[in-house]
């Protein structure tokens, strides 16, 4: 296919994902969220803008474009939306998908919505009433994590009665929203899974140090590579396709041993994450921006050769030759002709 011209809205240093670009033969700009000004008119029928770097940004300079936002993420998200609904660019993830992977009840909610296992968990701002909280998530220990927390950070395991009496005083009293979770114990290990379209692409599961339960490789968690079975990849891939517009992601799935079959895993919806981290690319050996850059490049065909259907459709048709019609007189006056023929003979 033709070269592609890609905007990349990154707030980190995205070298492995420009790279990768690059080697495909494609061209690309990156720009961080504030790089970007959104103009408005006050007119119904349209003319809103985009300005990129101060100047103003056409449709036609971008065939596709993928976010790596972190900081300033609401923001972010509405440049994609301006880019998505305005100019008609191809997105890879819409802004209102990333502020739903960013909240993280929300997100738990769209996933006990669509039937996806989540653990137990309570979302309150006052927390008026933790004897209930506890006792529907079966008791102490319980987790505690920021709504909107990352890369482990936010997250304390309530294990005594004082510790989370005080705890929850002090969150309650503050501005800090939280959740409360139900304490899965498997040892202190889950699963990352790179999701894209519609199917898991990189597949890792991460060990928490052994004096911590987080798994995080940003907290010194240990990672290895592993193949995602069928049952979890139509989880994760569920996951996904229930935030509408996400496309990429990182999800997080737990594995529990049943309480009735310990030899069956029970598996639970963690996190999902819109900008997952590039470590697994280390730990597994596969870069899956090849899998993200497929995606995109199929999604730009697509809408190609509907553009040029479009066009087609728009080509005026030459109108059908007209077949002259008979005088109804002349019509009749060969009828008569006829049948005084067949009397003549």
Not at 168 to 193: A, K, P, T
Not at 230 to 240: D, F, G, R
Request: hydrophobic fraction near 35%.
């Amino acid at each position: 296919m033709q070269p592609l011209n890609i905007l990349v809205i990154a707030t980190g240093y995205p070298g492995k994902l420009t790279d990768t670009i690059a080697k495909r033969g494609h061209t690309f700009t990156v720009a961080k969220p504030e790089d970007f000004d959104i103009y408005l008119s006050d007119n119904p029928k349209g003319y809103d803008e985009l300005y990129l770097f101060g100047s103003r940004l056409h449709a036609s300079k971008y065939d596709a474009v993928i976010s790596r936002v972190g900081e300033r993420r609401e923001f972010a998200s509405k440049v994609l939306r301006q880019l998505q609904h305005n100019l008609n660019v191809f997105c890879v993830q819409s802004g209102s998908s990333i502020d739903v992977c960013a909240d993280k009840f929300k997100s738990a909610q769209i996933m006990s919505e669509n039937k996806i296992k989540v653990p137990r968990q309570f979302y309150s701002l006052r927390g008026k009433y933790p004897a209930l909280m506890i006792d529907k998530m079966g008791g102490l220990p319980i987790i505690l994590k920021e709504l909107s927390g990352s890369k482990g950070k936010g997250l304390i395991l309530l294990e005594s009665p004082l510790q989370t009496n005080m705890t929850l005083e002090s969150y309650f009293g503050g501005e800090r929203r939280i959740v409360l979770q139900e304490y899965l114990n498997n040892g202190g290990s889950d699963e990352r899974h790179i999701v894209c379209g519609d199917k898991v692409v990189n597949s890792m599961r991460r060990y928490a140090p052994a004096d911590d339960i987080r798994a995080n490789l940003s907290l010194a968690g240990k990672g290895e590579k592993i193949k995602a079975d069928p049952e979890t990849e139509e989880m994760c891939v569920k996951a996904v396709k229930a935030i509408s517009g996400l496309n990429f992601a990182g999800v997080d799935i737990m594995k529990v041993p049943d309480k009735k079959d310990p030899s069956i895993d029970i598996r639970y919806f963690i996190e999902i994450n819109s900008n997952p981290g590039e470590k697994i690319i280390d730990i597994t050996g596969h870069n899956h921006y090849e899998d993200l850059l497929d995606f995109v490049e199929m999604n730009c065909r697509k809408k190609a050769e509907g553009k040029r259907t479009e066009e087609q459709t728009r080509i005026p048709q030459k109108p059908a030759a007209q077949v002259p019609t008979e005088d109804p007189f002349e019509s009749s006056l060969k009828t008569c002709k006829a049948w005084l023929n067949r009397f003549d003979k």
